[in-house]
């Protein structure tokens, strides 16, 4: 697992972006799939759960997943879930201990954080999650429990890169109306998306000063998942949570 820490005197956000490596999941899947949708064992996706919250040093019960639908409800939560979120791309919480989980296998993990006021946030962000809003939503969702756009940062986990993100004109279009920069064109000159350029974009509009991209493409990086990629595979999971 890879680590992206910010700290202060008063809170400790810490994220973590995983990736395949190290972990149970047999083929396609192999190794480390955290993702309990795509097919795979559900022994298999539970020891590799597992072996996340033993790594955080955290009780499995810690862990808040989602079922993402690539919509833009978000969800504030403040303890231990039964079990996956229901149609939910967003998480928020104040609750130290409390580790937030987005699944992600092209889409753009966001893991968000405000430092002073102990607020984090983790984002599924595709491309229909982008168009809709989902980022407005999990910001608004966040000042819900008092933070504030100047002091939060970001982190943009790895993603499918704009030269290998291919996608009709027409959808480009609709993307580009509410990120301009995410319009790009793919090594072999058909229209892209880079998402997270976009999605940097909406969140220095937004007010927020620090923006920070694991630059990884899922599609080119054989350590990542890629749906784009091959299809049937497992996820790696972005974390952010309160120490």
């Known amino acids: ?19 395949r490596r190290g972990g149970r999941s047999r083929a396609p899947y192999d190794s480390f799939n955290l993702g309990s949708h795509v097919g795979d064992d559900p022994a298999d996706v539970a ?3 597992a072996r996340v919250a033993r790594e955080l040093g955290v009780a499995e019960d810690r862990l808040v997943w989602m079922d993402q639908v690539h ?17 939910t791309d967003g998480l928020v919480t104040a609750t130290p201990g409390l580790v937030l989980a987005v699944l992600a296998a092209d889409c753009v993990p966001v893991l968000l954080a405000d430092h002073r006021t102990g607020v984090v946030a983790a984002v599924h962000a595709g491309r229909e999650g982008v168009r809709r809003g989902v980022l407005p939503a999990a910001l608004s969702a966040m000042a819900s429990l008092g933070a504030r756009a100047r002091h939060v940062t970001a982190l943009l986990g790895p993603a499918v890169c704009g030269a290998c993100y291919e996608v009709p ?4 279009a609709d993307v580009a109306q509410v990120a301009p ?17 976009g999605i940097e974009e909406i969140l220095r509009r937004a007010g927020i000063p620090e923006v920070v991209q694991d630059a990884r493409c899922t599609v080119e990086d054989p350590t990542l998942f890629s ?13 952010v949570w309160l120490a």
Do not use: C, K
Not at 71 to 87: E, F, S
Not at 181 to 197: H, N, Y
């Open 1 to 19: 697992m890879s680590i992206d820490a910010a700290a202060s005197s008063a809170v400790r956000p810490r994220r973590v972006v995983t990736d």
């Open 227 to 239: 749906h784009r990629r091959d299809g049937v595979t497992g996820r790696q999971a972005g974390l």
């Open 47 to 49: 020891a590799n759960r």
């Open 71 to 87: 919509g833009t409800d978000v969800a504030v939560v403040d303890g231990p879930q039964p079990g996956p979120l229901a149609a």
């Open 181 to 197: 920069t995410a319009a790009v064109r793919t090594r072999v000159g058909t229209p892209g998306l880079d998402l997270r350029a």
């Open 169 to 172: 004109e027409a959808m480009q």
